[in-house]
């Protein structure tokens, strides 16, 4: 098991579409568990696979992420493989979402209020679900992961514009100082 290096905007694996998981061999379960141990690492409650430079259809999120008081250890992920948005009702704003994959930055994101998702758990059998509140924001985000669309791509092109300069600021800034 690994904890991954998790990529930040503007790393290309994370504006590319991943391509379908065909099998569910060992490497995919290897994947998994990896991006677990890389999730708790930092202070995520979802993570999809292109966030780690990999671009197959993989998220996984925190199994108690619906309830804020559960502590216990050792935390516990569901992997869904290939998943999908097969239905969608309603639309709220999901106030100060966040990416780890986003440096210093949180915004209202336009989201569906509740989801229905088809995938694969990590067995391979095939799964049918609602999802609301929490759950539908994760589903949302992390299903736009997996076809390189980050959250920053669904705010007005006036912040999006500001954020990624102000990004670009603060790279050129660690660019200097390895200089
Ligand atoms: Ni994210």
Redesign the pocket.
Known sequence: MAIFNILKYPEKSLSQPSAKVDVIDDKIKELIKDMGETMFSDAGV?L?AP?IGINKRVMIYDSHAMDPEYDEEPREITALINPEIIASHGSFISEDEG????VDYRANVKRYEKVRVKALSIDGKELEFDAEGVLAIIMQ??ID?LDGI??IDRISSLKRAMYKKKRKKELQKELEKEQ
Not at 99 to 102: I, M
């Open positions: 979802g999809a966030q990416c780890l994959s986003v985000h992390e992961h980050l959250f």
